[in-house]
């Protein structure tokens, strides 16, 4: 029973802990970096990324009730076409910050536009802000249903425990953040601006491929020819590495060719922020 | 930026795009059924027909939430104990599809076989 006991808190701390990552993560790259890129504006965006996460959170609720009761709205296309829309908006605003990010560092080395970059791009903070929200409310709707679903089929003590098993998935997930804040106070500015853009890209890339899953799922295009490799025998994109991979940036074992023509495409468009300015001014 | 613009405007039109093909989801289209309970997925083997729209039913008839998760099918889903959903797949190639359940990793996958 006991051993019954500890697996089922483990596995119920491993799947929040799962479902939250990714939103944890987006959360504290953009406090970590904002707070170290625009020391002066500090307070202003710490507080627009925490009411986008409330925000987001308020939205996982929402979707978690729409998807338990009145599910008729998020059944069937519904929630894919939901997803997609999440998804795009997500990657798109992913791009638009690592743009924001490389015109702050370059706004850095030019003292004279740094003022009239900050001025101009103040109007990011909103960006900031819904960039959270959706991280939080893409990833929270399914562990809200996961532990109420629990929660509502346990009585008594046993809701506790899940409520228990639930915090300790919270928890784990904070100490990662924490490490992550931590971490980025260890490493110089630039050093910081770098990973962070990575991750931030390779998050799009991953929603990337969510919006082409759903996009293909709808009938919109066609994949366009079928599987052109599997590689699922080095790399299984279904269990393991491969799945945290598969979900994270986007890795598919069996990719078909517009799977593959859309990565490329997002990495296009991502590859410009790393491209010198065409002219001697700092990009508008 | 030039270029985030012209991508959200393409994103925007696909995304106007989408009632189409939607707006012509009946009730013809073939059903069939996988039930999850704790983990535990039956048929573990559904056969299902290649390159024809059928939607399929899940219902979790378990005491925990369960998540239907395939990156081949591109489909995830998740349901409360005792909810139901559907969902609804065009056109897949013939082959074996993968599926498991997202909350239960430590059971065994399902296979979605189409012929």
């Known amino acids: 029973m006991s051993t019954d006991l500890t697996l089922q808190i483990f596995e119920i701390a491993s799947v929040v802990w799962r479902e939250s990552f990714e939103a944890l993560l987006v959360v504290g790259i953009l406090l970590a970096w904002s707070t170290r890129a625009a020391p002066e504006a500090r307070g202003r965006a710490t507080s627009w990324i925490l009411a986008g996460a409330g925000a987001g959170l308020a939205l996982a609720l929402m979707l978690a009730l729409i998807m338990s009761r009145a599910a008729g709205v998020l059944e069937g296309d519904g929630e894919d076409i939901l997803q997609m829309i999440m998804a795009a908006l997500a990657a798109i605003l992913m791009l638009r910050m690592v743009f924001w990010m490389r015109s702050m560092d370059r706004g850095q080395t030019q003292d004279l536009a740094d003022r009239a970059v900050r001025h101009a791009e103040a109007g990011n903070w909103p960006g900031l802000a819904t960039l959270a929200a959706l991280a939080v409310a893409r990833e929270g709707a399914e562990t809200v249903v996961f532990l109420f679903g629990l929660m509502a089929a346990s009585q008594g003590w046993q809701a506790g425990f899940v409520v228990a098993s639930g915090l300790s998935g919270f928890v784990l997930a904070a100490i990662s953040f924490w490490a992550f804040k931590a971490g980025s106070k260890l490493v110089s500015r630039t050093v910081l601006s770098r990973v962070s853009e990575v991750l931030l890209l390779m998050l799009g890339s991953g929603l990337t491929m969510i919006v082409v899953d759903k996009v293909i799922s709808l009938g919109i295009f066609s994949p366009m020819t079928g599987p052109l490799w599997d590689s699922s025998g080095l790399l299984d994109d279904g269990s393991g590495f491969g799945a945290f991979l598969a979900g994270l940036v986007g890795y598919r074992a069996r990719p078909e060719l517009l799977p593959l023509l859309s990565l490329g495409f997002y990495w296009l468009i991502a590859s410009l922020a790393y491209a010198p300015p065409l002219t001697g001014k700092s990009p508008a | ?115």
């Open chain 2, 1 to 115: 930026m030039r270029a985030i613009g012209w991508l959200m405007r393409l994103l925007a039109a696909a995304v106007l795009m989408v009632p189409c093909p939607t707006a012509f989801a009946e009730d013809e289209d073939p059903v069939f059924e996988v039930h999850f309970s704790n983990g535990v997925v039956s048929p573990s083997v559904i056969e299902v027909p290649a390159n024809t729209r059928f939607k399929l039913e899940l219902h979790n008839d378990g005491s925990t939430p369960i998540e239907f998760e395939s990156i081949p099918l591109r489909k995830e889903k998740v349901l409360a104990p005792g909810a139901s959903s559907f969902l609804v797949f065009r056109s897949l190639s013939e082959g074996n599809y993968a599926f498991f359940d997202d909350f239960h990793l430590d059971m065994p996958p399902a296979t979605l076989v189409a012929r």
